[in-house]
């Protein structure tokens, strides 16, 4: 597989279908930093947090606080994060468990915290009926009722997740159980068990984050041209035994990685955005779109020197011909190769475990226990220069209107269209799906599992299906949206309540 080494992402100008070179994908141009040093530092590991057991409730303290972190050399650039300067903890949960979670908000303004991929009542959801004013503690308290998984939290706030989550308001969420327990698979936290937050980030002059400055950005998303990993520019990782679990977050707001490895090495995937496949998938690649994730089992030996790295998918065809085939091109974003990191051998000990051969039942549902299909048409609105435009079924999110109404219980078919020239991530809290269908098509073996995110392509049409239970509350939605944060905030996003 050929790969170009790139420590920086290339503000590379996107060619139309016509072959004409069409805009910089970067407002202003080449990036002020194209010399940050790359693999110098190490892979930082965020601190697990466990909690307390009290009277039967495991409880968390988090704080949302600003801060400043040194990304690029002799910089510093104003943050936010949870319980740090930048990003959060990872919070460890066990299924059957009780939880509550202490939210205080240090941030000197609004913010939410929403439990991504986790199945709980509405009201705990920490979306955006549920804000945190500054100064203010929200403490939600519910059960973890779902297999083992790696799930995360972010900020939710309306018309601010964006820029909230793009300073540092995110984390991990891991959910264990006895049978994830049984297979034995690498699960040393930050020794076998490592986890990756890919985002990536534009830096200004003086360091400080630069955000939606251009109509590009608004458009198709903020994308930055430095990529961090759990909060590093480009770090190293010394992998310490053969075989090694990687819990890959794509945490970016827009970007969409092909994640590889520089030398083309088969590896394999494990779990889903809901949790372990029925067994391990060998693949050269994995595709996640923002608010995915991947858990992978990496082999290496002493000799490996490799790097992690993004490489643009096979081209697809464009669809809808003629100019629907030229702003599809236009507004892809991944279509260039670059590094994320460094990976290295040469510290290994002999010590390590084998990938299981099986690995768990997933839940699955029938087509003909579906008792409804409801259909969600995603819409940009042309004209590049507008600016908002950003629909599902043509409308723009309203906190004061209900969408759609599920009643509890209920098996349902959600099929989500695409009729824009850009991909769309679509995120469906409270629950985990199977995807039924992609245009028709079965999908692919390592998207057989749970899932609450899928990237739907331009023109194209996919079904899931999944199970509403446990929780009816007529009163506070949920929401489902595009997780592409620009466009949740410009509208992409709509509200359903589950009733009894
Ligand atoms: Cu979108």
Redesign the pocket.
Known sequence: MPVTRRDLLTAAAAVGASGVAVTALYGSGRSAFAGAARFQRPLAIPPLLQGEVRDGVRRFDLTLQRGQREFLDGMQTPTAGINGAFLGPVIRVRRGEQVRLDVANRLGEASTLHWHGVHLPAKMDGGPHQVIEAGATWSPRFRIRQPASTQWYHSHLFHRTGVQVYYGLAGLFYIDDDQGDALGLPSDHGVDDIPLVLQDRSFARDGSFRYLTSMHDRML?MTGDVMLVNGVVLPFLRVRRRLTRFRILNGSN?RIYNLAFSDGRRFLQIASDGGLLPRPVPLTSVRLSPGERAEILLEMTPEDDLQLVHVPPPARRARGGGMMGMMQGMMRSDDQPFSIMRLIGSGLEDAGTRPPRRLVEVPAWSEDEAVKTRRFV?E?GMGMMGGGG?RINGRAMDMNRIDETVRLGAVEIWEIVNR?P?????HIHDIQFRILDRDGRPPPAGEQGLKDTVLVEPQETVRVITRFEHYADADSPYMF????L???DAG?MGQFVVVA
């Open positions: 998303g827009a995603l940009m950003f824009s850009m991909a769309h991530p679509f949206h595009c997780h592409i620009e466009h949740e992409m």
